[in-house]
């Protein structure tokens, strides 16, 4: 019954304009309890006692049956109150690459002076996660869900249920939540383009009327050619050391959309660079990358790296949106 009742309330709370802000406070209206597959088959079990007690005129057994009566209509009480006054939100998850999975933490505050026990959450049968919440407390689920698209992934519908004391009836709120997971296409494990290795190598091109004085020293990164490094410097530092001149050109990398092979479709475009993106980053050399509509200049970094890779998650095949 409760697997009949329950995408019918869940489906009618879904309805356009129904999606709540954080954090969302569990109300008397928010939840519904239901009798579990053993709450079901208790109340027959109820009623044969009863008959039984009535034909044979049996005390002992009228007590008995009020006595599990009782205990059962209490057990709806202390469902309802251990789910009651609880306040969720939901924060934002952190990009994932497609087909990986996104992990929305699920932030579950009891402000009561009660503790709670037996907090589950669930987005489908399952999938479900437990947490006891201290009195004045709170607790950490993580809502998991496969993302096998790039794009931008909502957090979608979940649940929050307890079946807490007995097991007899299950109190569950249908909660929807805004909340976002921005999904990275799937890098494929093609090398980056000769063009791009020959300058991750560090080879020197002198930019133009460019001299070449020398200008300073700067921290070793990953790409730097071998000759660059200045041994003596060095050695009498911690940190290994590389030449920079003047009018000399930087050792960067451009990743275009224009240099793909024309046979890939665009799915198959994106996760190429991105790809590149995570082995350019790798080699510490600054990169470029350029999509039909938009480009982000040389750099490096974290952010850099994001940025791109973002770009990538939100092409809609002629536009890239910020």
């Known amino acids: 019954m409760i697997d009949i009742v329950k995408p019918i309330i869940e489906d009618w709370l879904a309805r356009p304009g129904r999606v709540q802000s954080a954090p969302l406070t569990l109300t008397q209206r928010r939840i519904f309890i239901l009798p579990t597959r053993y709450g079901f088959a208790f109340?027959?079990?109820?009623?044969?006692?009863?008959?039984?007690?009535?034909?044979?005129?049996?005390?002992?057994?009228?007590?008995?049956?009020?006595?599990?009566?009782?205990?059962?209509?209490?057990?709806?009480?202390?469902?309802?109150?251990?789910?009651?006054?609880?306040?969720?939100?939901?924060?934002?998850?952190?990009?994932?690459?497609?087909?990986?999975?996104?992990?929305?933490?699920?932030?579950?505050?009891?402000?009561?002076?009660?503790p709670r026990f037996s907090i589950g959450l669930a987005r489908r049968p399952e999938e479900q996660g437990f947490a006891d919440i201290a009195s004045g407390g709170h607790a950490t689920l993580e809502l998991r869900i496969p993302a096998s698209r790039r794009g931008v992934l909502g957090a979608g519908r979940f649940s929050l249920f307890t079946r807490y004391p007995i097991g007899l009836f299950c109190a569950w709120s249908p909660i929807e939540l805004e909340a976002t997971c921005l999904i990275y296409p799937r890098p494929d494990d093609a090398p980056l383009p000769a063009t791009a290795r020959h300058a991750q190598l560090g080879e020197f091109v002198p930019a133009g009327s460019g001299d070449e004085d020398f200008a300073g020293l700067k921290p070793y990164q990953p790409g730097d050619s071998p000759r660059r490094i200045a041994w003596k410097a060095s050695l009498r530092g911690e940190t290994l050391l590389t030449k920079t001149f003047s009018g000399q050109a930087r050792d960067e990398m451009w990743l275009d959309w224009n240099d793909l092979p024309p046979h890939l479709g665009i799915e198959a475009r994106l996760s190429r660079l991105a790809n590149w993106v995570l082995q350019a980053d790798r080699?510490?050399?600054?990169?470029?990358?350029?999509?039909?509509?938009?480009?982000?200049?040389?750099?490096?970094?974290?952010?850099?790296?994001?940025?791109?890779l973002e770009a990538l998650a939100r092409f809609d095949g002629g536009e890239a949106t910020a």
């Open 43 to 114: 109340i027959p079990v109820l009623l044969v006692m009863l008959a039984g007690s009535v034909s044979y005129g049996l005390s002992l057994g009228f007590v008995l049956t009020f006595l599990l009566g009782s205990v059962a209509i209490v057990s709806v009480l202390h469902a309802y109150r251990n789910l009651a006054e609880l306040r969720v939100s939901l924060a934002r998850a952190e990009p994932v690459f497609a087909g990986d999975t996104a992990c929305f933490p699920v932030h579950i505050e009891n402000p009561s002076r009660q």
């Open 283 to 308: 080699s510490g050399a600054a990169y470029g990358l350029r999509l039909p509509t938009r480009h982000f200049a040389p750099a490096t970094g974290e952010q850099h790296r994001q940025r791109c």
